[in-house]
Nanobody, 119 residues
């Protein structure tokens, strides 16, 4: 069993910064892609950023140049540095990790952390 725990959310003024963390624990030999998603009230969950096992990154157009995803493989942790935050970034942020098993790859989600950006 694998458990993901996010932290770092909160209330911040527009233009401010937050750093989210997501730590995985349990039966883990390696982790493939690590991702951050977000979901605002009444909207679909959307992919914000991805980082591969090798460190390649990809971002949603809406956060490019403002958010940075990084990972610490030794600690099974993924980070999301969010700068120049905007009110439209207000959402619950979720991490997701792909953990390979013998014949399959399983996707695990965190419980979410609220980010609120005031104008």
């Amino acid at each position: 069993q694998v458990r993901l725990v996010e932290s770092g959310g909160g209330l911040v003024q527009a233009g401010g910064s937050l750093r989210l963390s997501c730590v995985a624990s349990g039966s883990i030999s390696s982790i493939k892609n690590m991702e951050w998603y977000r979901q605002a009230p009444g909207k679909r969950r959307e992919l914000v950023a991805t980082i591969t096992e090798g460190g390649s990154t990809n971002y949603a157009d809406s956060v490019k140049g403002r958010f940075t995803i990084s990972r610490d493989n030794a600690e099974n942790t993924v980070y999301l540095q969010m700068n120049r935050l905007k009110p439209e970034d207000t959402s619950v942020y979720y991490c997701r990790m792909a953990v390979p098993r013998t014949t399959n790859e399983y996707l695990y989600w965190g419980q979410g952390t609220q980010v609120t950006v005031s104008s």
